[in-house]
């Protein structure tokens, strides 16, 4: 893991479930090169973590913040983190 990695742990909250948006974030963590996770919870928000160069998990964080077509997204919690280490993104 480089020193420059970071983590960063989202909680999108809005509607963001049954709009494909865990899918078009993985996708877009995927182009941007960021490894992790994203997955539904169960009080209908949608929680990611990111890990990357500052930049590219920025993006990432800037991405959810939008979301996909059909989602409206009205609140996003971001807490950075110590790094781990994540593997290729995934769908949880």
Do not use: I, K
């Amino acid at each position: 893991m480089a020193d420059d990695t970071v983590r960063a742990r989202a909680v999108v909250r809005g509607r963001v479930q049954g709009v494909w948006f865990r899918q078009s974030t993985a996708e877009a963590a995927s182009r941007l090169g960021v490894r992790g996770w994203v997955r539904n919870r169960p009080d209908g928000s949608v929680e990611a973590v990111f890990e990357g160069c500052r930049a590219s998990v920025e993006r990432a964080l800037e991405y959810v913040a939008v979301g996909p077509q059909r989602a409206h997204v009205e609140h996003v919690e971001t807490v950075w983190e110590p790094a781990t280490g994540e593997g290729p993104f995934t769908v949880r």
